[in-house]
C-alpha cells in the first residue's frame, strides 16, 4: 500500500500537529480509505519531507509529524512562459512542467494567444498534484497572466531568456546551451514558447532586445507549443540545470516498494 | 481556412488521382465543410508533400494530385520503446514521440508492467493525426507488444541502445550523449525507458549487457515514465538527432498563414 504523499502550506517540524484541508481530509478517508495512525508523507516546499501519522477528528483530520526523511534541496531557478492552449494541453504543460522542475509557470497572453482565459486555481492544481506524485519537494509557483509586452518591460535584471523561435532564427538548442559559461549556467534563466501562432515580427523583435538574450531552434519538426514547452524544459535542465548532477543512487526495488 | 493535411498509404505523383479512406472523406465533408476542388495537402511518408484538390464522388473522395510541395527528407533512426501505461498517457506518448521523430514507437512488457493490453490500432491513429496536425512527413511504426526479454535476445546488430535507468546507474544524459563519436552519432539507436514500477533487477543486467548500451540519468527528480520518454527523446534529438541541425528558415508569418 503506498503512503499519501501531501503538500501543505503549514511549516514543518518534529513534533508539530499539522492540520489537513478539507480536501485532504475528504482524500485519505473516503478515497484512500485511510484510518488513525496511517502513515502520511508531507512537503511544503521550504523544509524537506516528512513522515507523518495521520489523526482523525470527525470530519477534518491532522497529521502529527515523526521524523525527516528527506531535506529540502536547492533547484534551479528556471521560469516556464507559455501562452495558454486549450484546456487538455495547459493541464498538461502543468503538469510535465512540474516534473521537469520548472520554478514558475508564467502564462504569457501575445498576439496570436488564441485562448484568453487562464484558471490559474486550475494550474496550481495540477502543479500540486504533479509534484506529490513524483516526490518533487516543492511546486512551482504559479503566476497570473500578463501580457508579453508588459513581461519584457519589466524584465528582471540578470535572469537571462531562451527564446524558442520557430522562425529559424536561432542556433539548434543543445549547440547554444552547451556552449555557455558556468556563469551563465547557474544564472536565473526563463524559457519563452511561442502560442501556436507563432510570434509576431515586432514580438521577436522586442524579446531579441532582452539583455542575454539566447533564441534557439528545437530542431526541423513543428512541435506543438506544449510539446516545445517540455522539449525545451528537458534540454534545458540536461544541458544548464540540475540534470548535469548525477542522478541519486536508489536501491533496485525502491520504486516498486515506494508504490 | 487551414488546408487540411492528410496521411495517406498510396504513392503520390503529379498528376495522380489518390482515394481517400472513408474517414478522411467523412472528416473533409462533414466535420471541415470542404466543397470540390477545395485544397489538401497529402503525404505517404515516402514521397515527400504534395498539394492536391478534393474531389467528391457521393459519398467518398478522391485528391488530384497538384504539384509536391516538399521533398522527402531523410529522418533519424531512432526507436522509443516503453512499457504501456493507462490510456491517457500512452495516448499523449504517442502523440508527442511522433512530433518528436520517433521512427518505431514499441511496447514493452516487463516485470513491472502494470498495464498489459495495448490498443495497437488506437497508438496508431493518435501518431497518423500528430504527423497530420504538425507538418510531420513521415509517421513511425507503431509495433505490437513485446517481452522485453524477447527484445533484448534478439536485438540488432549495430542499433545502439539508450537506457534510462532511474537507480543512478549512469552518468547524466547530456554528458554521455555529449561525449560521443560521429560514428555513433549516426548510427540507428534505440531508447528505453521502464515501467513505473521500474526494471526488475534482471532487466536491467540485461539490459546492460546489450553490445553498444549507454544507460544515463535523468536528473534528481522521479518522473513518470511518460514524461521521462519524451524528455529523453527530446534531449537525443537535440544532442544526437536532428535537432543538432538549424532549424529551417521560416517567413515570420508562415505558421499563422498556415494554421
Chains 1, 2 share one sequence.
Not at 157 to 171: A, I, K, N, S, Y
Request: neutral net charge; contains cysteine.
Amino acid at each position: 500500500m503506498s503512503t499519501p504523499r501531501l503538500f501543505v502550506e503549514s511549516d514543518l517540524g518534529p513534533g508539530d500537529e499539522v492540520p489537513l484541508s478539507d480536501s485532504h481530509a475528504h482524500y485519505l478517508r473516503n478515497v484512500m480509505r485511510r484510518a488513525d495512525d496511517a502513515p502520511l508523507l508531507l512537503f511544503n516546499g521550504r523544509d524537506g519531507e516528512w513522515r507523518a501519522a495521520l489523526a482523525v477528528r470527525g470530519k477534518s483530520a491532522l497529521a502529527r509529524l515523526v521524523e525527516r526523511t528527506r531535506a529540502q534541496t536547492a533547484e534551479p531557478d528556471v521560469w516556464l512562459c507559455f501562452a495558454p492552449i486549450k484546456r487538455a494541453r495547459i493541464d498538461f504543460v502543468a503538469e510535465k512542467a512540474t516534473e521537469l522542475g520548472a520554478s514558475v509557470l508564467q502564462p504569457i497572453l501575445t498576439r496570436h494567444t488564441a485562448v484568453e482565459r487562464v484558471k490559474v486555481d486550475r494550474l496550481r492544481a495540477n502543479a500540486i498534484e504533479a509534484a506529490e506524485q513524483t516526490e518533487r519537494l516543492s511546486v512551482p509557483e504559479v503566476r497570473e497572466p500578463v501580457d508579453l509586452a508588459r513581461l519584457i518591460a519589466a524584465w528582471p535584471t540578470g535572469r537571462r531568456l531562451l527564446v524558442c523561435d520557430e522562425t529559424g532564427g536561432g542556433p539548434p538548442i543543445a549547440a547554444a546551451l552547451g556552449a555557455l559559461d558556468e556563469a551563465a549556467r547557474v544564472a536565473p534563466w526563463a524559457i519563452v514558447i511561442g502560442p501556436e501562432g507563432g510570434f509576431a515580427a515586432e514580438e521577436l523583435k522586442a524579446l531579441r532586445d532582452v539583455p542575454q538574450m539566447l533564441a534557439v531552434g528545437l530542431g526541423p519538426r513543428i512541435l506543438r507549443a506544449d510539446t516545445a514547452a517540455l522539449a525545451a524544459l528537458a534540454c534545458w535542465q540536461a544541458l544548464v540545470g540540475d540534470g548535469r548532477s548525477p542522478t541519486p543512487r536508489l536501491a533496485i526495488d525502491y520504486l516498486t516498494s515506494r508504490g
